[in-house]
Structure formats: structure tokens, C-alpha cells
């Protein structure tokens, strides 16, 4: 069946830098759009960026915009998160997601990863 599985998660100091992954199995990655999300400690999940099918258009929320990149490659399989400058803020579990088309909503993300925890301390 579809698995995505996250990696990269940790613990670092603000300023720092992460690099999440997340590799996709049991599906055609190159008919989904992939969406990172996070959830912090009494908050609803929101969205991260996203990636269409394509290897040029990328979307972020405004929150991250400028500090985040979202990457694919399709011949493995794989979408990356690469985080700098990070702040306390950002602590959170990020989740990786494929939906049929680019979108933001939550609600039309088809699978979803386990996530993987980012501690930013201050």
C-alpha cells in the first residue's frame, strides 16, 4: 500500500538549519503533488509549502516563505523540506502529504506520513 515515510527531524538551536525528507512507496510520485504540513502543541495543523508536479512550482505559507525550500525528485521518490533561520516558532511535528492536484487544504490531501518532530530551542 502508499507509505510515506518522514526523516530529518531533530533538535536545534534558532538561527540553525534542518533538512527534512520524506520517500513515498506503493504510488506513481509523479501524479501527486507533495505538501509538507506541521502541527504544533495545541494547534491545528497547518500548511507548509507544497510542490506540484512539476520541479518549478512551489507554493509556502508566509510564515516560512523566504527561509524554507520545498524540492522533489522524482526518481527516487522523494520530496525535501530544507529549513534555515529557524525560529522557537517553528517547533513543531511535520507531516509530508500527496494530493492529486496543488492545494493547501488539509482536507484534500489523499495520504499522509507519520511525521517527524523539529525542536527549535531558544
Known amino acids: 500500500q502508499v507509505q510515506l515515510v518522514e526523516s530529518g527531524g531533530g533538535l536545534v538551536q534558532a538561527g540553525g538549519s534542518l533538512t527534512l525528507s520524506c520517500t513515498a512507496s506503493g504510488l506513481t510520485f509523479s501524479n501527486y503533488a507533495m505538501s509538507w504540513f506541521r502541527q504544533a502543541p495545541g494547534k491545528e495543523r497547518e500548511f507548509v509549502g507544497g510542490?506540484?508536479?512539476?520541479?518549478?512550482?512551489?507554493y509556502y505559507s508566509d510564515s516560512v516563505k523566504g527561509r524554507f525550500t520545498i524540492s522533489r525528485d522524482n526518481a527516487k521518490n522523494t520530496i525535501s523540506l530544507q529549513m534555515s533561520s529557524l525560529k522557537p516558532e517553528d517547533t513543531a511535528v511535520y507531516y509530508c502529504?500527496?494530493?492529486?492536484?496543488?492545494?493547501?487544504?488539509?482536507?484534500?490531501?489523499?495520504?499522509w506520513g507519520k511525521g517527524t518532530l523539529v525542536t527549535v530551542s531558544s
Open positions: 510542490i506540484d508536479r512539476t520541479f518549478d512550482n512551489t
Open positions: 502529504a500527496g494530493s492529486r492536484r496543488i492545494t493547501y487544504n488539509a482536507r484534500d490531501m489523499l495520504y
